[in-house]
Nanobody
Framework: QVQLVESGGGLVQAGGSLRLSCVASGTLSFTAMGWYCQAPGKQRESVADFRSGGRTNYADSVKGRFAISRNNAKRTVYLHMSSLKPEDAAVYYC??????????WGQGTQVTVSS
């Protein structure tokens, strides 16, 4: 069992920055770690993730503005968000897939961007 706890969301002006954090409990290793977002009335979509081999992937809409990073010792994955736009506003979720095939989600953290 893995529990994911996100933090770092909040209200920011357009053009501002936020750093989201996601701490994973337990000892299982992960084959994938990533961030997703869901705006009201829209489907949840991938924002950025780590794949096997350390490859990173980003949604086209955030390339050059967001960066995903991790600290394995702290079992934490981060999403560094800069040049935020009102359309980035959403609930952001952390997700992991473990080496034994389990998939877990955090409870989400709200990001609000004022214009």
């Amino acid at each position: 069992q893995v529990q994911l706890v996100e933090s770092g969301g909040g209200l920011v002006q357009a053009g501002g920055s936020l750093r989201l954090s996601c701490v994973a409990s337990g000892t299982l290793s992960f084959t994938a770690m990533g961030w997703y977002c869901q705006a009201p009335g829209k489907q949840r979509e991938s924002v950025a993730d780590f794949r096997s081999g350390g490859r990173t992937n980003y949604a086209d809409s955030v390339k050059g503005r967001f960066a995903i990073s991790r600290n394995n010792a702290k079992r934490t994955v981060y999403l560094h968000m800069s040049s935020l736009k009102p359309e980035d506003a959403a609930v952001y979720y952390c997700s992991v897939i473990t080496t034994v095939g389990g998939s877990y989600w955090g409870q989400g953290t709200q990001v609000t961007v004022s214009s």
